[in-house]
């Protein structure tokens, strides 16, 4: 039971993308990280697709998995109809010019020892996309859409600029290859609110300008509000509502949304911050994630069925799709389980084990370190080396003894055997370094595993 | 509980490192060019007969793979075969020469963190002032300045000009404490001012990068005094690559000092060592080998389980 | 020290003193550097009641948490600079030895940090981290102070505070850290506390409880706060005054309703707009300050916001405005063509009729919303 449902999909030839049924799955010494179970989504062309969530609710992920970086446990990333997660690397990487991101941080995403006209030139040289003045005409069109003057900011390298205008040069260079779709996961978090209101004007303009699909991920409900055309609110790796933001932030249909909503502060000091109906408790820990509803530990309105059953999304209004049996609109979700007469004793204290930091910090990185799926492999990798030499070792040692001599002392004294000492003479370095390093490749291999 | 499951399956693995430490100087010993039948028969060796008889004797005969099980087998018993040259078990060769090593090394060790920490603290604490450039002027001079060009100086003015220490020579601890410390203060004193400065450069740079760190303002917005925060908020953040490092120079201290052994005359396991790689005689070579591999093995398990009590995040394996 | 000393500090602390907590002067924090003297703090001056508190309001770089952390004394390098007069309760933090301030730290004031990640030391149990300064201060036995640190775990939120007394930071969730903090910072009871950016680091949800939690805490234990923020949302509905930074000046400082309800300093104005709010459509254009903040080393000679602000005009880049009081008794601003005056509306209509682009885009803003801020 994965899977959340997919209602709220449109006509699949009327997206740029499709997200179906996305898992992403990370695998750490302390269990399997359910960092995304099951989503889908997907984007119109044009449209501003807003992700929203609290830090652990995998939509960063979520974006990473779509540019399969890494890619997902299962499910499918359908852009422009072509399955992302089936196509081989020299076909992604000649997709991923269509399919930017943009990061958070926009000062570490610059590489600091190159001026901002290569940096934004980069892709251009990479993909050979015309000429050397076709391409520095690009680079100077597209630094002015961005607001940055190219005859000055050019030549300077990005520590020369504060962050807002960092981000200005990332934008830049995410336009230059004329992109369809440009993910951006917090690209204004990090920045002040004055500079944050530029760089969100921007992306409208730049949106506008270029005809691009935006997926805005981020953490800040009012941003998102503010760019969106349409709003996913996510939790621990799963969606609770989708909408068009107005009706979305008007009427929030899940529980959770609502809670996220009133958690907000506003700037106005008649408005008294009342502690009624704030979300009590911590995340739960997403390596074992409640059943049933995920929400359900903290939720107000939670009863047993949302321990039994998962809510499927469903659609509450037009366009307003929620995955909650007891949506604050609409009714309740039909019973699609055949519920157990009789009592039934249902965990409903909050699941014991939180997400520590250190989890946090765990999924981070394996989120960045593609190979992270294969920790459990390093284990037989070393066997098969320590195996392998040993191997080495045995045919060796059967080539030397049929020499008939003490294997080490290296005499020509029986030279009537010239083939087998032949062959003792080939065998004995290469097959006794091929035995050394196999092993020695071996041990390591085990020993460093988790040291 | 965890710490001991860690710690157990962590020795295992230790284990399989020494076996195959063991396994490739037994190796590497018998691929050095040269036969030990030819160091012990000499001019004799041209006798087939008497050769053949010889290695029989010594099993150098038999497949390679039955004799290191054989060498494995007595070594596990405390028995690691007779020295081809001078007919003494090489147990007994180690057994002589590790008494003086395992002193200095472990003297040396104290002496260099005990001295290193505080002034380490004193330098970081006071950065940039007169302490501190003073402190790391000292430093690098003494890394820079070869052991033996100091212990030269060393000796010309401690045992030539003034007398105060015996310039060669080691008296056992038999021997009552005050002649045996004698005898080994002036390689004591080349050792500790090495390591105190590597040691103090260390310690002073991670101390430094430690007190910029925002739980040490919170410290001392507590209003704890100065020496609480040092001892108790800053020293132990800090001291993971001290201990490393502390920990990789007990191997290298108990092989390593061969120069020292060779200027002071001390009976170490280092000029033992060479001796016998001098000599081809593999067996105290391997010997040798084993028992370095064997204590760096278990000094830097020590060192891993230091880590788990000072560093409360490294604890969680296999939780 | 032996225990008398120790409570008849904590006596002074809420008798003797008449008149503010804490009384600022003219404070001043530069840093000397190889390119020159940064004044991040030029020129501050505020006063905090016991049981006030006081939200400090300003982006990065505006010198509002090394406002914080030099009134407190906390800021030693051989490169910082302090001047003017900062008071607390009587006794002059300027200039004092930092041994005088360790007496006052922990038992009279306190800091919250902005990240528990990094605040907390990760290798000390949580349980030792908050019962340290009540041994040092209070000179608690071992016993009193495990019992006092169990009550404080409790008091700010913390369930089953025996089995997380010992526990590492690292295993606690970020929300969980910070409300150890909050409990280290109240142990030893002080009278007055610092909050710098304390929620910035934590989820939205988690925001609203420490907030709360602060709130709580401050009535109970009839503190006086400052609340260090970057967000207006933040210190709306929880401060009495607020004091809004820019460049290392506090340029607009009121009574938190009549701040908002009359915003009189372009630069409150441009960030109270500048933010998206919920109750805005979706796709309202925003109205960003263009440029960016001043260097600190070389200061514009008149008013700092100058550079940005859509209402200039030639005086404003000759003479700095002084911080004067305005017709509501209480609310000071630094501003010659303050907001929503004849004098501020006159200045923006001459710079949209010059097509200064700020000006027009405000006057558009402006006619979009009737009844905006002018």
Not at chain 3, 74 to 103: C, F, P
Request: net charge neutral.
């Amino acid at each position: 039971m994965a899977g959340t449902g997919t209602a709220h999909l449109r006509d699949p030839d009327d997206v740029l993308m499709r997200i179906e049924d996305l898992t992403v799955e990370f695998h750490t010494s302390a269990g399997i990280v359910h960092a995304v179970s099951g989503i889908s989504l997907d984007v119109r062309q044009g449209e501003t697709l807003g992700l929203v969530g609290e830090s652990g609710c995998g939509k960063s992920t979520t974006g990473r998995a779509i540019m399969q970086l890494p890619a997902p446990t299962s499910g499918r990333v359908l852009f422009e109809g072509i399955d992302l997660a089936a196509i081989d690397g020299k076909h992604l990487r000649e997709v991923r010019t269509r399919l930017q991101f943009i990061f958070q941080d926009p000062i570490s995403s610059l590489n600091p020892r190159r001026k901002v006209k290569d940096i934004v030139a980069e892709p251009l040289r990479i993909w050979k996309r015309g000429t050397e003045q076709e391409r520095q005409a690009r680079v100077t069109e597209v630094l002015d859409a961005v607001g940055l003057d190219p005859a000055v900011a050019g030549d300077k390298r990005p520590h020369e600029f504060s962050g807002g205008q960092c981000q200005r040069i990332s934008i830049a260079r995410s336009l230059v290859l004329e992109p369809k779709l440009v993910i951006c996961d917090e690209p204004v978090s990090a920045l002040d609110v004055s500079v944050q209101a530029q760089i969100l004007n921007l992306l409208e303009d730049m949106k506008a300008r270029y005809k691009i699909t935006l997926i805005f991920i981020a953490h800040d409900l009012a941003v998102v509000k503010n760019i969106s055309d349409r709003v996913a609110v996510m939790y621990l790796g799963k969606i609770c509502e989708v909408g068009s933001p107005d009706d979305l932030y008007a009427t929030p249909a899940h529980p959770y949304t609502a809670a996220l909503l009133r958690s907000i502060p506003v700037p106005d000091p008649t408005v008294v911050p009342s502690s009624s109906g704030l979300l009590l408790g911590d995340l739960p820990s997403p390596i074992d994630p409640p059943n049933g509803c995920r929400f359900r530990t903290r939720c107000p309105a939670a009863q047993e069925r949302c321990a039994l059953e998962e809510p499927q999304i469903r659609a509450v209004a037009e366009d307003h799709f929620v995955a909650c049996h007891f949506p604050l609109v609409g009714t309740t979700a039909p019973i699609s389980l055949p519920m157990p007469a009789g009592p039934v004793s249902v965990p409903t204290s909050p699941s014991s084990r939180t997400v520590t930091g250190d989890e946090m910090g765990e999924q981070r990185r394996m989120t960045g370190d593609e190979s992270g799926n294969n920790a459990g492999s390093t284990a037989s990798g070393s066997v098969l080396l320590i195996g392998a030499g040993v191997t080495a070792f045995i045919v060796c040692s059967i080539v030397q003894a049929a020499g008939g001599s003490s294997m080490f002392t290296m005499s020509f004294e029986s030279p009537d055997n010239f083939l087998l000492e032949l062959a003792m003479q080939v065998t004995f370095w290469p097959g006794w370094l091929a035995t050394v390093g196999l092993i020695g490749a071996g041990v390591l291999g085990l020993v460093d595993r988790d040291s | 509980m965890g710490i001991l499951k860690g710690a157990v399956t962590r020795l295992l693995k230790l284990l399989a490192v020494v076996l195959v430490v063991s396994f490739l100087t037994f190796s590497l010993t018998k691929l050095l060019p040269g036969d030990p039948v030819v160091v012990l028969l000499g001019p004799q060796y041209s006798n087939v007969e008497l050769r053949e008889a010889v290695q029989e004797d010594l099993g150098l005969n038999r497949p390679f793979l039955v004799q290191y099980g054989q060498y494995l087998g007595n070594a596990v018993q405390g028995d690691l075969g007779r020295s081809y040259t001078s007919s003494f078990k090489t147990t007994t060769l180690l057994k002589q020469k590790l008494p003086a090593t395992i002193e200095l090394m472990l003297l040396a060790q104290l002496f260099s963190f005990v001295l290193a920490v505080p002034l380490a603290m004193l330098s970081a604490f006071r950065s940039n002032s007169r302490t501190d450039k003073a402190i790391t002027t000292a430093s690098f001079g003494l890394i820079a300045l070869p052991g033996y060009a100091f212990a030269v100086f060393l000796v010309y003015f401690f045992a030539l000009r003034f007398n105060f220490f015996p310039a060669i020579g080691f008296r056992p601890l038999s021997d009552g404490i005050g002649p045996n410390l004698r005898s080994i203060a002036l390689p004591l004193a080349v050792l500790v001012a090495g390591l105190t400065a590597v040691y103090t450069r260390l310690l002073r740079s991670d101390l430094i990068s430690t007190l910029q760190e925002d739980f040490i303002l919170m410290a001392r917005s507590k209003g704890l005094p100065t020496w609480h925060i040092l001892l108790r908020h800053a020293f132990r953040p800090s001291s993971f690559s001290l201990i490393t490092v502390f920990g990789i120079q007990f191997g290298t201290l108990i092989g390593g000092a061969v120069i020292l052994e060779q200027f002071f005359v001390l009976p170490g396991i280092g000029s033992l060592a060479i001796e016998s790689i001098l000599k081809r005689d593999y067996l105290v070579v391997q010997g040798v080998v084993l028992v370095i591999a064997i204590s760096f093995v278990l000094v830097n398990f020590l060192i891993d389980i230091l880590y788990s009590i000072l560093d409360p995040r490294v604890r969680r394996t296999g939780a | 020290m032996t225990k008398p000393q120790a409570t008849s500090r904590v006596l002074t602390a809420t008798s003797g003193h008449e008149g503010p907590l804490l009384q600022v002067d003219d404070f001043r924090t530069h840093f000397e550097t190889p390119t020159g003297i940064v004044k991040a703090v030029d020129g501050v001056s505020f006063t905090l009641k016991r049981g006030d508190t006081l939200g400090i309001v300003g982006e990065s770089g505006s010198g509002k948490t090394v406002l914080a952390r030099s009134v407190m004394g906390l800021l030693t390098g051989k490169n910082v600079i302090r001047s003017g007069s900062a008071r607390y309760n009587g006794t002059e933090l300027v200039g004092a030895s930092e041994s005088q301030l360790r007496d006052l730290w922990g038992t009279e004031m306190a800091m919250v940090f902005q990240d528990p990640m990094t605040s907390l030391n990760p290798v000390l149990k949580v349980g030792r981290q908050i019962t340290e300064g009540l041994r040092y201060h209070l000179k608690l036995s071992k016993a009193e102070a495990r019992a006092q640190a169990r009550q404080l775990l409790d008091s700010v939120g913390i369930p089953d505070p025996n089995r997380r007394i010992s526990q590492y930071p690292h295993e606690l969730s970020g929300g969980m850290r910070q409300r150890v903090t909050i409990a280290i910072a109240l142990a030893c009871g002080p009278t007055l506390l610092f909050a710098d950016e304390p929620t910035t680091a934590l989820d939205v949800t988690v925001q609203a409880q420490i907030l709360d939690l602060l709130q709580r805490q401050q009535i109970e234990r009839f503190m006086a706060m400052v609340l260090v923020t970057h967000d207006l949302g933040v210190v709306a509905g929880r401060t009495d005054h607020i004091a809004v930074m820019y460049a290392g000046q506090i340029v607009e400082y009121a009574p938190t309703r009549e701040l908002f309800a009359n915003v009189l300093m372009p630069y409150t104005d441009a960030l109270l707009h500048s933010i998206p709010k919920l109750s805005q459509p979706s796709h309202t254009r925003l109205q960003s300050i263009g440029g960016r903040p001043p260097d600190l080393i070389n200061p514009p000679s008149g008013c700092r916001f100058a550079p940005r602000c859509p209402y200039v005009q030639p005086k404003c880049t000759s003479e700095m405005p002084p911080l004067q009081e305005a017709e509501t008794p209480g609310h000071f601003y630094r501003c010659w063509f303050p907001v929503g005056t004849d004098a501020g509306r006159e200045a923006l209509a001459q710079n949209a009729a010059l097509g200064i682009p700020a000006a027009v885009s405000l006057t558009q803003t402006l006619a979009d919303k009737p009844g905006g801020t002018a």
